[in-house]
């Protein structure tokens, strides 16, 4: 009898000590493909001069594999380029950005940040339509508090002005699956270098609902 305790509590204590290093090795994976999908998703911002979006020169594919290739910077606006290039990397996860995203914009700027969420990365079967555009659709978080985004973004302003030098933070999302328990998200976030001049082309926030 004591052996046959002995051998189920060995069991369990291994069936335990695996449960915890595939959730290590899951969370360590997918934590690694969340940092370099964020960090390219700075870096278009950073090419774009900000979050544009609007058509531009067509493009027949999205990226797939790494290294990255530049072709994502294309004519299209920074959102329909960030879009491509998460489908291209089988990005998937949807989270919530509420309002303990918001925090006060920089250089004194009194003024919370204004928080906007993706609601569609896989609206078509194909990344681009027929006529070359690709679809994107944006929210303003506070109006949707509890609504799933594929990514969110904010602009952070340095001082007032339209046309002030800004930097922009985004959050992404990756999640830890084990068969025993529900998915858990977990968020990443990031921010870019201050953009001096940002784009003409920046889209109008004052528009997002």
């Known amino acids: 009898m004591k052996a046959g305790i002995g051998n189920i509590w060995i069991t369990g204590l291994v069936i335990t000590f695996m449960l915890i290093f595939s959730g290590y090795l899951a969370v360590t994976i997918s934590y690694s493909s969340a940092i ?33 290739n530049a072709e994502i910077f294309t004519g299209f606006g920074t ?29 004194g700027v009194a003024d919370r940040a204004e928080w906007y969420g993706v609601t569609e990365l896989y609206k078509n079967a194909n990344a681009i339509n027929n006529d070359g555009s690709v679809h994107v659709k944006v929210e303003k978080v506070a109006n949707h508090p509890n609504k799933k985004y594929y990514y969110c973004f904010a602009r952070m302003k340095t001082r007032t002005g339209p046309n002030s030098p800004a930097y922009y933070r985004v959050r992404l999302f990756y999640a830890l699956d084990l068969p025993i328990l529900d998915s858990l998200v977990f968020t990443i976030d990031g921010k870019t270098s201050i953009i001096d001049k940002p784009s003409p082309n920046e889209i109008n926030f004052a528009h997002i609902t």
């Open 36 to 68: 370099k999908d964020k960090n390219y998703v700075l870096s278009i911002i950073e090419k774009k001069n900000g979050i544009t979006r609007k058509s531009g020169s067509r493009t027949t594919t999205v990226l797939k594999v790494r290294p990255r």
């Open 79 to 107: 959102l329909e380029s960030i879009n491509l290039f998460l489908r291209g990397s089988s990005y998937k996860q949807q989270g919530s950005c509420g309002e303990g995203v918001g925090d006060a914009n920089g250089g």
